[in-house]
């Protein structure tokens, strides 16, 4: 299940229809058959989805799907690069309790409500650069809850974490 060539036919393609092996651990796609419906392999294999391994060592050759991704990663590589990993995310084990959670809930709904609202008006009529001051001034408001999640978050961040 987990050998090499199984686990890339079964990402990208069966072997030798969609791909050749090229030996040394290299593959070709056949960007005729592989691309000719969808701009990623989803027509003919299984992709993320397959019970595979594939190692680092193995070259794909013609793997415009990589391609894709890397390109829009390297768009955001720079601003991902000053996250800090601890001290920047909520580990996904920290839980408020049930009163947090429904505080949370609630200005959740609540900001989401105003700024769905405002995209979905953006979107059809513009005027972004223009109400953007008073959108980020709106979101902030005590009303909709920001400050109070942030305050929220970070007391359960504190409790988990020290």
């Known amino acids: 299940m987990y050998g090499e060539k ?3 036919a079964g990402f990208f393609g069966s072997i030798p229809d969609i791909v050749s092996d090229d030996g040394d651990h290299q593959y070709t796609i056949d960007k005729k058959k592989a691309y000719a419906e969808y701009p990623d392999t989803r027509a003919i294999a299984l992709q993320d989805r397959f019970g595979g391994w594939i ?3 193995v070259k794909m050759v013609n793997d415009t799907n990589a391609d894709q991704v890397t390109a829009s990663d390297q ?3 720079e601003a991902r690069n000053r ?3 601890v001290k920047d995310v909520v580990p996904i084990y920290v839980r408020p309790d049930t009163e947090d959670s429904n505080t949370l809930q609630n ?3 609540a900001i ?3 700024a769905n609202n405002q995209i979905a008006k ?6 972004i650069d223009k109400e953007w001051d008073a959108y980020v001034k709106k979101v902030s408001e005590p009303t909709l809850g ?3 999640n942030i305050e929220i978050w970070q007391k359960w961040y504190d409790k988990y974490t020290k």
């Open 6 to 8: 199984l686990s890339v």
């Open 55 to 57: 190692r680092d060592d």
């Open 75 to 77: 768009a955001i590589r």
């Open 83 to 85: 996250v800090d990993g």
């Open 107 to 109: 200005n959740n709904t």
């Open 112 to 114: 989401s409500n105003y």
């Open 122 to 127: 953006w979107v059809q009529k513009g005027g």
């Open 146 to 148: 920001l400050d109070a």
